[in-house]
């Protein structure tokens, strides 16, 4: 495991940031980057960082070779090669059980492989490594003649275990040139302050709200079903986005521009518009490596189906080894197919209110899938929340929203673009913004401290995202 919260706010991030600006040069600073970004990884499960060398030793040295191969032959080849070794340790940990094992049950034999522990964020870092291979060989970037800078984009560790995933060319030329302003630093740390009063104050105690609700099937009701598909959704995309506003944060104080990941997804009127707005690395990363090389949308309407179905295929898998993440990702897939082909007309003439009210019902659906992996209490959940069977509502719910019920309120209205709206009405005032300024610093510097509080006695906190 990573460092606990408090080790890493109180000890790891300040002994950082003393020593990155200590130092002038680019050069030293990513040196220090560099040894603070492994020692991160590193700190818990050492053995596992010996993949990412081995990974990001083998693309640099393909990404060489490509660059000085004219023979378009030579070249496919060795970037397969890249492509493969990269993808063999992302399989082996996360995938080889699940494929055997399965396998085997559905013939009934006696064989089955243990699940192996999986490296911390090695879904992240093996899409890193992939864009720069690809981007190099479609002479989109150049490639990297310092190793070690390579592997500074790959272990850099704002955005290391969690994203979001940062392609190559993005930051390419940040990692020679760039520089931090004192509004950079100012503005870096109150986002990172958001993320983590996002994570600590709101994603937290959703969690704990879920955890308090009935699970078996026996004992869900109508409400309670509908409350933790609630609770699920407003967790996950506060502690998500959580990570990725601390990343962003924290890149923009070491000079680096992060691209946005979520554009509050829970305001979309259509699947299609929430996965525009959800996880936007991901689905940017599907959407030029994987759905434009199958052709897109270019070959008809039948191959645009196939390729739909096969990202969200792949999308599915990449959150887990486990067959509720096939499950989402298909029923994902199916939505986008049913919009893109079959409702469009249909979406166009309804209101728009009633299109969200649709697809916000759609996500939570897709949220129950996501949060059971067994199969059964996830298709026990999904009939709980059609009123299958199940009384309305049962004491436990009840009690959970007596006790809970301001902190769901405060996350429903804050996964809604309120705030940005009053901050952007105290810039068009200069009195008006100097004080929301002053208030603004006051009101992160209070809340950090209430975040810490929150994390006195804690050993480990992790993201939900870690486990992918």
Known sequence: MVFSSLTFLLIFLPAFIILYFAFKGIRWRN????????????????????????????????????????????????????????????????YAAFFVNSVTSFFSLSVELPVLTLPIGISFYTFQILTYTIDVYRGEAPSQKNPLKLLLYVSCFPQLIAGPIVQYGDVANEISHRETTVKDFSNGMQRFAIGLAKK???????????????TSSNEMSFAGAWISAILYALQIYFDFSAYSDMAIGLGKVIGFKYKENFNYPYISSSVTEFWRRWHMSLSGFFRKYVYIPLGGN????????????????????????????????????????????????????????LRHVFTIIAVLFGWVIFYHTDTSNMFNHLLAMV??????????????????????????????????????????????????????????????????????????????????
């Not at 040894?35 to 990001?56: C, D, K, N, Q, R």
């Not at 429903?412 to 913004?433: C, D, G, T």
């Open 31 to 94: 040196g220090v980057l560099l040894v603070f970004s492994l020692l991160f990884y590193a700190w818990g499960e050492p053995v596992w960082i010996l993949s990412m060398l081995f990974s990001t030793a083998v693309n640099y040295l393909c990404a060489q070779i490509i660059v000085k191969n004219t023979s378009p032959i030579v070249r496919r080849l060795i970037l397969a090669l890249g492509v493969i070794i990269s993808l063999v340790s992302l399989v082996y940990f996360k």
């Open 200 to 214: 600590v104050l709101i994603a937290n105690i959703c969690g704990e709200a879920l955890l308090a609700l009935p």
């Open 298 to 353: 270019r070959k008809g309407n039948g191959r645009t189906a196939l390729n739909i179905i096969i990202v969200w295929s792949l999308t599915g898998l990449w959150h887990g080894a486990s067959w509720n993440f096939v499950f989402w990702g298909m029923y994902y897939g199916v939505l986008l197919l049913a919009e893109k082909f079959i409702l469009t007309k249909l979406l166009d003439k309804t209101p728009k209110a």
């Open 387 to 468: 009123g299958a069977g199940v009384e309305i509502i049962d004491e436990t719910t009840i009690s959970v929203l007596k006790t809970y019920t301001i902190f769901p309120l405060v996350a429903a209205v804050l996964s809604m673009p309120i705030l940005p709206k009053i901050k952007q009405s105290f810039r068009k005032r200069e009195k008006l913004h100097l004080a929301g300024s002053i208030a603004s610093t006051v009101l992160l510097s209070a809340i950090l401290v209430l975040c810490l509080l929150f994390l006195v006695g804690e050993s480990y906190n992790p993201f939900i995202y870690f486990r992918f």
